[in-house]
């Protein structure tokens, strides 16, 4: 079972920008779908983004426009960039496979440690 390790969250103003990576134990090319998900402080668990092996991305209505999701197979790597951050961002960012890229559903079974993002002034 593909395993992630999840980096580059931070502290960061409203308005502004992170790059989160998510490095992958193993080939990512043959998964269709990767995402990202994020639980904030006593929220549940969800879904943010998600791409899938064709090249086709999907976004969760609260970052559309903000985030951007993208994967490098030759790197077993996916990034998450986030831009025009809010307070709202606020949470543990998480990646995972996802088999129903689109579907918005949160996968079970095992995560990461997952990367803290703070957005505060």
């Known amino acids: 079972q593909v395993q992630f390790v999840e980096s580059g969250g931070g502290l960061v103003q409203p308005g502004g920008s992170l790059r989160l990576s998510c490095a992958a134990s193993e080939i990512i090319g043959s998964i269709n779908g990767v995402g990202w998900y994020r639980q904030g402080p006593g929220n549940k668990r969800e879904w943010v983004a998600s791409a899938t092996s064709d090249g086709i991305n999907y976004y969760a209505d609260s970052v559309k426009g903000r985030f951007t999701i993208s994967r490098d197979n030759a790197k077993k790597t996916v990034y998450l960039q986030m831009n025009s951050l809010e307070i709202e961002d606020t949470a543990v960012y998480y990646c995972?496979?996802?088999?129903?890229?689109?579907?918005?559903?949160?996968?079970?079974?095992?995560w990461g440690q997952g990367t803290q993002v703070t957005v505060s002034s």
């Open positions: 995972n496979v996802d088999r129903f890229p689109g579907m918005g559903l949160v996968p079970v079974g095992s």
